[in-house]
């Protein structure tokens, strides 16, 4: 079975430029969750999607944060414009109706803003 | 955001020792994870927690739920290299199924 799929591995953009990640969660996982975990520091949730609604989306910077969720399958994060606190590894997961056992993490993207 | 209180922050252990480590919280969880981060990798659930004073093994690993319900101990026995990497605990918060608030991480290195 494959696990949640991210791209791209790595990024490295100037600041003010756009950025979007993508990814693919394991199939037939409801539940999508983008985390995002700066160095030296475990991961913080962003927002969380049941299918293709954002029901917790509290904790993202909404002014350049957004993200979607088509079909409930596939989600991209964006940052618009980014800035030099925004690097960091974004970690995309998915699970079953929320169970904490199949909670699957991506291997993120990496990203650098310079 | 939120952040778990672990300890240490890091450790160097020689092979074959065992290590412990652990988390806390102010607040009270449902469940306790724990998870191990490899470079370049996302997180990996080792174990699990789901009741008050649980304590549940995976093969070298012994993981305990706090009876306050505000911590949760890791302990690795006979540490080898694979074990390397950054453990990070997780509490499930009661109020939202679904979301994991994580600890600040332990960073794990093994000698020969």
């Known amino acids: 079975e494959a696990g949640v799929v991210q791209s791209p591995r790595y990024k490295i953009i100037e600041k003010k430029q756009p950025v979007a990640f993508w990814c693919n969660p394991i199939s037939g996982h409801n539940t999508l969750y983008w985390y995002r975990q700066n160095l030296g520091q475990g991961p913080e949730l962003l927002i969380r999607y049941e299918n293709e609604e954002a029901v917790d989306d509290s904790q993202l910077p909404k002014d350049r944060f957004s993200a979607e969720r088509l079909k409930g399958v596939d989600s991209t994060l964006k940052i618009q414009p980014a800035e030099l606190g925004d690097s960091a590894v974004y970690l995309c997961?998915?699970?079953?109706?929320?169970?904490?056992?199949?909670?699957?993490f991506g291997s993120g993207t990496r990203l650098t803003v310079v | 955001g939120q952040q778990l209180n672990q300890s240490p922050q890091s450790m160097f252990i020689q092979e074959g020792e065992d290590v412990s480590m652990n988390c806390t919280s102010s607040?009270?969880?449902?469940?306790w994870l724990w998870y191990k981060q490899d470079p370049g990798e996302g997180p990996v659930l080792l174990i699990a927690l789901y009741k008050a004073g649980e304590l549940t093994s995976n093969g070298r690993l012994t993981a305990q739920f706090g009876i306050t319900r505000k911590d949760s101990f890791l302990n690795i026995s006979a540490s080898i290299p694979s074990d390397v990497g950054i453990y990070f605990c997780?509490?499930?918060?009661?109020?939202?199924?679904?979301?994991?608030?994580f600890g600040t991480g332990t960073r794990l290195q093994v000698t020969l």
């Open positions: 997780a509490g499930q918060d009661p109020g939202t199924a679904s979301k994991l608030t």
């Open positions: 607040s009270i969880f449902n469940t």
């Open positions: 997961a998915s699970s079953l109706g929320g169970e904490v056992y199949g909670y699957t």
